[in-house]
């Protein structure tokens, strides 16, 4: 690998995400607007995701935005096993403890009776949601725990995530630096860079 700038490396990376946070309401408090949207919205069922080089757009509906972050959550607590002798691997959940406190912080940014399928148990391999090198989301793991109003920002109607595929980096990644705390930006937008 040659670094040829700061933060930034030749490689054949296999994707780049950009999550591009509107900070507009960083210091929001719930209001009556709030409350009644959550309870006359239509119920959303969240799964998770595969999120690799693709889709080569951005992610702008909560839906969207809501399987990445509980994809992002569920590859940073889970662990990976391999049983080579019954020809199986699996995921078994690290930390029940995060897993809640992220269900509830999630849920509470979607409709009313929105679910979140639960990956508490054994979960094999072949069927669970996936972020290319989601270890690289660390920092943006912690930022909000630290910080659970970056959950609610990223949520909102003016934040999305851009996935950009191979080593083609996009506007926003191009002179970020990658991997490493949530970037605030002049104006309205902080950013975060999982860059490989």
């Known amino acids: 690998m040659i670094q040829i700038r700061k933060s930034i490396f030749e490689t054949n990376s296999s994707s780049m995400h950009a999550l591009c946070i509107a900070m507009d309401d960083f210091y929001y408090t719930e209001n009556p607007t709030y409350k009644e949207w959550r309870k006359t919205a239509k119920p959303l069922n969240i799964v998770g ?8 757009k951005p992610l702008v509906e909560l839906e969207e935005k809501a399987n990445y972050l509980w994809t992002a959550v569920l590859n940073f607590y889970s662990d990976y096993h ?7 691997s699996y995921y078994t959940c690290s930390n029940k403890e995060k897993f809640k406190w992220w269900k509830e912080q999630i849920l509470n940014e979607l409709p009313e009776k929105s679910t979140l399928k639960d990956y508490y148990d054994e979960y094999d391999a072949i069927d669970f949601p996936w972020i290319d ?12 725990e630290k910080q659970p109003q970056f959950i609610h920002c990223l949520l909102d109607d003016n934040s999305f995530i851009e996935i950009s595929g191979d080593e083609y980096p996009n506007f ?9 705390e949530i970037i605030m930006m002049p104006g309205r937008y902080a950013i975060y860079v999982k860059g490989n």
């Open 133 to 144: 090198h989601s270890n690289e989301l660390e920092n943006f793991i912690k930022a909000c």
């Open 172 to 180: 926003i990644t191009a002179f970020m630096p990658y991997n490493e």
């Open 82 to 88: 391999c049983d080579t002798k019954n020809k199986r």
């Open 49 to 56: 995701g595969e999120y690799g080089r693709t889709p080569q």
